[in-house]
């Protein structure tokens, strides 16, 4: 099962990780808010987080802190910052074919 919202389904995205953590085999939450202090709850989930560094909605340190406290704890997260994006960086994130490729990819 993967996971995947924007914005508050972004912020959502991280919760179900935190309260589900074996559930999901990966995550990804864009331009969400997310709290580091809970990474090391899913530090072995993989996710790949995205956002747009123009994002006057949800700042991107939402996410730039949450990959950094990941990547603290070893994790493998990915991070796509779009730098001119605002907040609607799922267009990109989805229109991505990288992204569908490395969801794929973790089905073998």
Known sequence: IFVTGLSMGGFG?????????????????????????????????????????????VPPEQSINMVDALKALGSPVK????????????????NSQELWDWMLGLCH
Request: proline content about 5%; overall charge negative; aromatic content about 18%.
């Open 13 to 57: 995205t991280w919760q179900l990780a935190y309260a589900y953590t074996d559930r999901f085999a990966a995550i990804v939450p864009i331009c969400g808010y997310a709290d580091p202090t809970k990474a090391e709850k899913i530090k072995d989930l993989r996710v790949w987080v995205f956002h747009g560094a123009k994002d006057d909605v």
């Open 79 to 94: 991070f796509t910052l779009y730098p001119e994006a605002n907040h609607d960086s799922w267009s990109d994130a989805y």
